[in-house]
Nanobody, 118 residues
Framework: QVHLVESGGGLVQAGGSLRLSCAAS????????MAWYRQAPGKQRELVAHLTSGGSTNYADSVKGRFTISRDSAKDTVYLQMNSLKPEDTAVYYC????????????WGQGTQVTVSS
């Protein structure tokens, strides 16, 4: 079993920055991919940023150039640096990882609220 703990959300003014963290713990041999998703009220959950074990990244068009996903492998932690935040970035942000133990399993964090005021 893998447990994900997210932190770093909060209230920020437009143009500001936040850094989200997601630390993984538990029984697993390796972490394959790590990603951040978000879900705004009344909308579907969407992929924000994705990071493979090889270091390749992929971003939603709406956040390219403003958000950066990174990983500290020694701490089994994934980060999302969010700059130049906009009110439309307001959502609950979830981290997601694919970890390998006996098989590859997807795990989700509990979500952290990000609110950007105009």
């Amino acid at each position: 079993q893998v447990h994900l703990v997210e932190s770093g959300g909060g209230l920020v003014q437009a143009g500001g920055s936040l850094r989200l963290s997601c630390a993984a713990s538990g029984s697993f041999r390796s972490i394959n991919t790590m990603a951040w998703y978000r879900q705004a009220p009344g909308k579907q959950r969407e992929l924000v940023a994705h990071l493979t074990s090889g270091g390749s990244t992929n971003y939603a068009d709406s956040v390219k150039g403003r958000f950066t996903i990174s990983r500290d492998s020694a701490k089994d932690t994934v980060y999302l640096q969010m700059n130049s935040l906009k009110p439309e970035d307001t959502a609950v942000y979830y981290c997601n990882i694919f970890a390998t133990s006996a098989s590859v399993v997807s795990y989700w964090g509990q979500g952290t609220q990000v609110t950007v005021s105009s």
